[in-house]
């Protein structure tokens, strides 16, 4: 993104702000709640007035949006729906159903969102994500909803996944971003300034106890807390 700006009336959430993803690589962004995650997500989805996209994109919100009068095969499979192209709704089906196996609801295939918990519902919404299969995607707090263990197993299910996309994924977490980005960067200040790459070693998905990975999530944490002009170069 070059230039972009963002604002919400005499709210500027970015100015003249300048952001490279590199391409085929997960990027991960952090930051305090409130300063512009979110936002610059769906700038990069083409979801604010003067934003474009220059390509299809998966994206995954924070709620989970799903159509309670569908099933939850269904529900993984809307975007070819809402496509109306009935042979690529036909050739998903094995996906859609593969990925429901991967994060551990292939016995809810027939049910309805009603009776799912929470975390049922996001894991849901991670599948119909993944089976959009772009090469560009983008998640916004993909994980929020989940138990820890659930969370660092479909973290492993998300990382294979996504290996030979471009993401950036918004979370709160600094361990999920190092275990899951290829480079991590924190936003802070209003207008919001963007730190600089952090490249955590190794390849995805991190084991959480590396000491190398607890230095560099102590680092995170410093950088989250400090002013833009205290975080660390």
């Known amino acids: 993104m070059r230039a972009a700006r963002i604002a919400f009336g005499d709210r500027v959430v970015a100015r003249d702000l300048d952001l490279a993803f ?59 729906r809402l496509r109306g192209d009935a042979a690529a709704l036909r050739a998903a089906g094995p996906r859609a159903r593969a990925l429901l196996a991967e994060v551990g609801l292939a016995d809810r295939a027939a049910e309805r ?58 979370t709160h977490d600094p361990l999920e971003a190092l275990r899951l980005g290829h480079e991590v960067r924190v936003l802070s200040g209003a207008p919001v300034t963007i730190g600089p790459a952090i490249v955590p070693p190794g390849a995805a998905p991190r084991d959480p106890a590396d000491p190398a990975l607890i230095a560099l999530q102590a680092r995170l944490v410093a950088d989250l807390r400090a002013p833009p002009e205290g975080r660390a170069a």
């Open 113 to 170: 969102p009603e009776g799912l918990s929470g975390g049922m519902r996001q894991r849901v919404a991670l599948a119909r994500t993944l089976c959009e299969d772009r090469p560009v995607v983008l998640m916004d707090e993909p994980f929020g909803h989940l138990d820890a263990v659930t969370r660092l197993d479909l973290q492993d299910v998300t990382a294979r996944l996504l290996a030979g996309r471009t993401a950036v994924l918004v």
């Open 22 to 80: 590199p391409a085929g690589r997960t990027t991960c962004l952090l930051g305090r709640s409130g300063v512009g995650k979110t936002s610059l997500l769906r700038w990069l989805a083409g979801l604010l007035p003067g934003s474009q996209r220059a390509q299809p994109v998966a994206w995954m919100a924070q709620a989970d949006l799903l159509m309670p009068w569908l099933t939850v095969l269904d529900n993984v499979l809307l975007g070819y």
